[in-house]
């Protein structure tokens, strides 16, 4: 079997010009490395050692595209061919700068602020204080349930309560926090930016991000911050300058001849930026006020909001460069930084471009999961998905990325802006617990959406077929109402998530299964994790092992929906 990945780099995250051994996993007594440069694909004889085959190369662009030359063919990032395949079927190297090591697997949890914890009372703001789309916000209960107004819809939640609420982020063990958008905003979910350097004063301003940043950092936790960069608040005084014709801010906006403008999806409360515009560049990227610099002394890193539409011109044009300069950004103020975006399709150009430290793996993991384990697709269309089917989703995906990225992906079930996962599940939680099982077992940081872990739903019902606002209901701190079980379960998942070095950040590789079983094996240094998943359950004959969800041995035939294996040596 030939297999490379990660493990096989030396050193994993080099530097530009810096030379890397290239070990390759293979019976094979001889082969050539080939490799792309200057538009050549030049190639140099590699060596015999215990296991494979090792070249040493330096790293002269990024991306670095290489493959293997075997006597029985080309061995790429999507096996074996037997002609010389595309550069997209190379395997991708990139250089620094880099994921931080941190990120590497990291556990996420994602809160949406005002719908978490509520601090002090007297920060919520009050029943129809202010008009938000020409009506009046409402200020609910923590009780109640969202509804079709969500945007207006304010539940007081805050920093502070964040704060108060670390002792049972610490107990459920996740390491990294990422908040949906913070600065001041006239709406509830915050993505119309009214002032950027402003921490809004209904989530408890500079003061309660810089006391939440601390208590995170005495615990060794991150925070990465979400950054809405790709338009701005129609209530912004950039936009309301822009509005007069001879204004400078008018060339940071995208105005046609009848007065009209290009903005997110046609909500004329989010005018899209310009990347065009010097100004604009300025703001967001070069200036030492840019938001994504400003703030990188209170996180550790950002999400950026619809990443795939950053560009110029009301468009994407260029977005690689912009994205590019974005995390460079960040990076400068912080090394260590790590920005993530919210690629919502095909995340593979924009990485393999050397543009960001990862993305939210919606296409290469969330979609085809929940399409499997639902029946439905996203949108809640029939999607009559196999086990091998996803199989061979998820495989392609993580192939086709840089193998520096395979293990910062935030990879994710649920989020705020699409359906719960227990929901579309229809409440079935061993099918739930099944689908957070799998998201533990694969490759990429993991994410778990506030309040899945004890069984938060949705309270509209299943024929109407919509995430956000509904995805967005208040957690419920009353205890009564936790599933026990299940939030046990997320912990035993965290824990292993972050002991075992195989499920870390071990390479992906085929394993075979019963027909409707998903599986696969995690390898880090001679370690595995073998891992099943049946939907409707499966008789499995399995190595002898231990079964690491419940501790105990196990060999010969089992019956399973979900099953993680440490093969016993």
Not at 181 to 190: D, G, L, Q, V, Y
Not at 205 to 217: S, W
Not at 225 to 237: E, K, Q, R
Not at 490 to 497: E, G
């Amino acid at each position: 079997m030939n297999y490379h990945d990660l493990e096989h780099l030396s050193p994993p995250f080099p530097r530009l010009g810096e030379e890397v051994a290239i070990f390759l996993e293979t019976e094979a007594q001889e082969g050539l490395l080939l490799y792309e440069k200057d538009g050549e694909v030049l190639q140099k004889p590699m060596a015999r050692v215990p296991g494979g085959l090792k070249a040493q190369v330096a790293v002269a662009q990024s991306p670095f595209r290489y493959l293997f030359r075997l006597p029985e063919g080309y061995w790429g990032s999507h096996g074996l061919e037997k002609a010389l395949p595309r550069y997209d079927r190379f395997f991708h190297l990139l250089a620094h700068p880099l994921p931080p090591e941190w990120a590497l697997g990291t556990v996420f949890y994602q809160i949406f602020p005002d719908r978490f914890r509520q601090g002090p009372k007297d920060l919520a703001p009050q029943d129809g204080a202010w008009l938000y789309g020409g009506k009046p916000i409402r200020r609910k209960a923590w009780h109640e349930p969202p509804g079709p107004d969500g945007s207006r819809e304010f539940y007081g939640g805050d920093l502070f309560g964040v704060l108060e609420a670390l002792p049972y982020l610490q107990d459920l063990g996740v390491e990294t926090l990422y908040l949906t958008p913070i600065f001041k905003s006239p709406s509830s979910h915050r993505y119309d930016t009214e002032d950027y350097l402003q921490v809004d004063p209904h989530l408890g301003g500079e003061e309660a991000l810089e006391a939440l940043y601390q208590a995170l950092e005495a615990q060794g936790m991150k925070l990465v911050l979400d950054g809405v960069f790709n338009h701005i608040g129609a209530t912004h005084p950039w936009f309301q300058k822009a509005l007069d014709p001879k204004s400078p801010e008018r060339t940071m906006f995208t105005f046609f001849p009848d007065g009209s403008y290009q903005s997110f999806f046609g909500v004329r409360q989010m005018p899209k930026l310009d990347y065009a515009s010097p100004l604009t560049q300025e703001r967001f990227v070069f200036g030492k006020r840019a938001p994504i610099r400003h703030w990188m002394r209170l996180c550790h890193g950002w999400r950026l909001d619809v990443a795939h539409a950053i560009g110029e011109g009301g468009t994407n044009r260029k977005n690689a460069r912009w994205l590019r300069a974005l995390a460079r950004a960040a990076k400068e103020e912080r090394e260590e930084a790590f920005v993530f975006g919210e690629l919502s399709y095909d995340t593979v150009p924009t990485l393999r471009a050397h543009t960001l430290d990862g993305a939210m793996h919606y296409a290469g993991f969330a979609h085809p999961v929940m399409a499997w384990l639902s029946g439905r697709d996203v949108h809640g269309l029939p999607a009559p998905l196999g086990a091998h089917e996803v199989w061979q989703v998820l495989h392609d995906h993580y192939a086709a990325l840089p193998l520096q990225l395979r293990h910062t992906m935030y990879t994710l079930l649920s989020s705020h802006d699409i359906p719960r996962a227990l929901w579309r599940l229809r409440g079935d939680k061993e099918r739930f617990k099944l689908a957070y099982a799998l998201l533990f077992a694969f490759p990429g940081s993991p994410a778990i959406y506030y309040g899945d872990e004890i069984s938060l739903s949705q309270p509209n019902p299943y024929e109407v077929w919509a995430g956000d606002p509904y995805c967005r209901a208040p957690f419920p701190w009353d205890e009564a109402a936790w599933d026990r079980d299940l939030l046990r379960f997320f912990k035993r998942l965290v824990h292993l998530k972050k002991t075992h070095p195989a499920l870390r950040q071990g390479g992906l590789l085929p394993l075979e299964a019963p027909e409707g079983v998903l599986a696969f094996r995690r390898r880090w240094r001679g370690k595995e994790v073998l891992a099943y998943f049946a939907k409707e359950g499966a008789r499995l004959r399995v190595p002898q092992g231990v079964d690491l969800l419940t501790g105990q041995e196990v060999a010969g035939e089992v019956e399973a929906r979900y099953l993680l294996l440490e093969p016993v040596s």
